[in-house]
């Protein structure tokens, strides 16, 4: 496993939720030391750890929160710090494995930092010190110190692990009140600095609140020197039948777990009142948003197994799985527009439309799944009443968000079994992005897992490692952004998809010529074919969206200023055809195809664009 920090580099990380409050709910009373289970009930503490990694959780946190010398006090067990400590932690290591990181959990010593003398202080100090010690010598990852309510004494904590074990990563958090206020007055954004100053590699908040408040939290705090991690309560608690209990739903973690990474969050976890049920609803959005790629270990318990048999039945051959293939393989330019499916009943717009295409020499259609999180008819249904009633050769796009795993492999056989032959398998936009917020994201699985699943009917063996009676035949595209902001992970998850079964890349809209060439300089030891997008500008105003708002969309400003001269309505579009015809004709011998994506179904948009390719156009050389 890579250092914990080089490994958030990569992509945001998952914690585990909470510790106590589960224990609790399962019959450990608040009169006892939790820290001392490790010890006497250390199959307890295992299955929590095991819950959590199953989850999906990236980073354990060991039973420690109350495991120093003062809060041990209290229930006479202050001599053992040290047993208590790497009793925890070396549960912790043996679940985690090489499947998740070990951070060893400090909490405050109870000491009242406002009315203690230098004493008091000093006790306390020494009380955290004697923990990072024991911690630091059983082999965390990492050090989370959690629900200080004093930043002088989360400050004294950093400063006690900078001094005594200066090579392990410290996260921070602090607890703030519902009004986004720490104790003293203190704003997120001077908590943020103090942390930074005082040394933690990683800043945030934890308890206290939902994840709603601390959501408006934890973005006061990014951008401002240090990663930023948040673990909200499940809610506010409630008493019920003389039990503390805690009513925040897991959809509701998962909802706030995209907006938290999506504000600059780079961890997220759960703190008092969170169960595994809340952390595998909040796994989807890390994945999603390009965290740690899960691994068989994590998935033990779910119903998935790698394909491990060799495919005992014949494969139907990649360039004759449909006419889209056999295009590309003979070198021949293939050309796909998108076209969205109606958002009622009625087709015979939508079916126009793709009749204008077809007289337009275009014979495949894109059908996209749900774009932008929007409410259409199925894309299924669609995609077989458009070849059923047009004749013309379909790609349906597959996203993750909406399925569970049965629901993925269900709708991929049905595909087949409907004539479709032609997948452009994706993640998806998460349902925050359109009308209907409030819709529960799935994501069993990201689109890498997805292309494993087709690739695997493709070999005639279902996903359990079963044979299939026959195989199936699909073609199997995939997405990339060559104007990615993260162009080293963009090209990373690539090369995965690739490894998984992705015989073409479709990219999302490139305008600027350099960006594409370097993109297919970089994609070409990868021998798979690129559709290179298109998007014809509609005015200016959607060009400054496009380039502004939409992530992996760069614009060249020499095309944003003719759109700027050229206005709205029918001047702009007709502006944004001919900045269209340019970018393809800038790729002329150099992808295999183009895929048209025109702006509220305008067919004949891409239909003046397609002028702009000679009959014989040559194209990149499949491989």
């Known amino acids: 496993m890579k250092p914990f920090l080089k490994a958030l580099d990569d992509g945001p990380m998952l914690l585990d939720g909470a510790m106590g409050s589960l224990l609790y709910g399962r019959g450990v009373f608040h009169t006892r030391s939790y820290d001392e289970l490790s010890i006497s009930q250390p199959e307890m503490i295992r299955s929590v750890h095991q819950d959590y990694l199953a989850a999906g959780a990236d980073i354990l946190e060991t039973n420690t929160f109350g495991a120093n010398r003062i809060a041990l006090t209290k229930?006479?067990?202050?001599?053992?710090v040290v047993e208590f400590n790497?009793?925890?932690?070396?549960?912790?290591?043996?679940?985690?494995?090489?499947?998740?990181?070990?951070?060893g959990t400090v909490g405050p010593t109870g000491v009242h930092y406002a009315y203690a003398n230098k004493r008091g202080r000093q006790d306390a100090s020494d009380a955290i010190a004697e923990q990072i010690d024991a911690l630091g010598q059983a082999g965390v990852d990492l050090?989370?110190?959690?629900?200080?309510?004093?930043?002088?004494?989360?400050?004294v904590a950093i400063s006690e692990c900078r001094r005594r074990a200066s090579r392990i990563p410290v996260i921070a958090h602090l607890t703030f009140g519902d009004n986004q206020i720490a104790k003293g007055g203190l704003e997120p954004e001077e908590v943020a600095q103090r942390l930074v100053d005082a040394g933690a590699h990683v800043i945030g908040a934890n308890c206290g609140a939902g994840p709603d408040v601390l959501y408006k939290i934890a973005s006061r705090m990014v951008g401002r020197g240090a990663p930023v991690s948040v673990q909200p309560n499940a809610g506010q608690p409630e008493q019920l039948e003389g039990r503390t209990l805690y009513v925040a739903n897991p959809e509701h973690f998962g909802v706030y777990a995209r907006r938290l990474l999506k504000s600059g969050v780079q961890i997220i976890g759960g703190c008092c009142g969170t169960t595994p049920k809340h952390i595998q609803a909040m796994a989807g959005a890390v994945r999603m948003m390009g965290g740690r790629p899960q691994r068989p270990e994590i998935r033990a318990a779910q119903p998935r197994k790698p394909l491990t048999k060799t495919p005992p039945l014949a494969q139907v051959a990649p360039s004759k799985r449909s006419a889209l293939a056999n295009r590309i393989a003979n070198r021949e330019f293939a050309v796909s527009v998108e076209i969205n499916a109606p958002q009622g009943l009625d087709t015979t717009k939508v079916m126009?439309?793709?009749?204008?295409?077809?007289?337009?020499?275009?014979?495949?259609?894109?059908?996209?799944?749900?774009?932008?999180?929007?409410?259409?008819?199925?894309?299924?249904?669609?995609?077989?009443?458009?070849?059923?009633?047009?004749?013309?050769?379909?790609?349906?796009?597959?996203?993750?968000?909406?399925?569970?795993y049965l629901g993925l492999v269900s709708h991929l056989l049905g595909a087949h079994a409907l004539g479709i032959r032609?997948?452009?398998?994706?993640?998806?936009?998460?349902?925050?992005?359109?009308?209907?917020?409030?819709?529960?994201?799935?994501?069993?699985?990201?689109?890498?897992?997805?292309?494993?699943?087709?690739?695997?009917?493709?070999?005639?063996?279902?996903?359990?490692?079963?044979?299939?009676?026959?195989?199936?035949?699909?073609?199997?595209?995939?997405?990339?952004?060559?104007?990615?902001?993260?162009?080293?992970?963009?090209?990373?998850?690539?090369?995965?998809?690739?490894?998984?079964?992705?015989?073409v890349v479709m990219t999302q809209p490139v305008y600027d010529s350099r960006t594409l060439e370097r993109f297919l300089k970089d994609v070409e030891p990868m021998g798979i074919p690129v559709m290179v997008g298109?998007?014809?500008?509609?005015?200016?105003?959607?060009?400054?969206?496009?380039?502004?708002?939409?992530?992996?969309?760069?614009?060249?400003?020499?095309?944003?200023d003719r759109m700027a001269k050229a206005g709205a309505g029918p001047t702009g579009r007709a502006e944004g055809i001919e900045i269209a015809k340019e970018a393809l004709q800038a790729v002329a011998g150099?992808?295999?195809?183009?895929?048209?994506?025109?702006?509220?179904?305008?067919?004949e948009s891409a239909v003046e664009i397609l002028t702009s390719i000679p009959e014989h156009w040559p194209t990149q050389t499949p491989k």
């Open 534 to 560: 298109i998007l014809p500008l509609a005015s200016h105003r959607n060009a400054e969206f496009l380039h502004n708002e939409v992530p992996g969309m760069q614009i060249p400003v020499e095309y944003r």
């Open 143 to 155: 050090i989370s110190l959690e629900t200080f309510s004093s930043i002088v004494e989360l400050e």
């Open 352 to 404: 126009n439309k793709i009749k204008l295409l077809q007289d337009g020499g275009v014979n495949t259609i894109n059908v996209a799944d749900g774009p932008r999180a929007s409410a259409r008819m199925g894309n299924l249904a669609f995609c077989a009443q458009a070849q059923q009633q047009t004749g013309a050769e379909t790609i349906l796009h597959v996203c993750c968000r909406d399925r569970n």
């Open 590 to 603: 150099k992808v295999a195809g183009v895929y048209i994506m025109p702006p509220f179904n305008r067919s």
């Open 75 to 80: 229930h006479g067990l202050a001599d053992r």
């Open 86 to 103: 790497v009793a925890a932690v070396a549960l912790a290591k043996e679940v985690a494995g090489e499947a998740a990181y070990v951070a």
């Open 422 to 503: 032609n997948l452009v398998i994706i993640t998806g936009d998460p349902p925050k992005m359109g009308d209907y917020p409030f819709a529960t994201p799935v994501y069993d699985v990201d689109s890498i897992e997805l292309l494993q699943i087709a690739a695997g009917l493709n070999a005639g063996i279902d996903p359990a490692g079963k044979e299939m009676q026959s195989p199936t035949a699909f073609l199997l595209a995939t997405g990339a952004e060559p104007a990615a902001h993260d162009y080293d992970r963009e090209l990373r998850r690539l090369e995965q998809k690739c490894m998984a079964g992705a015989q």
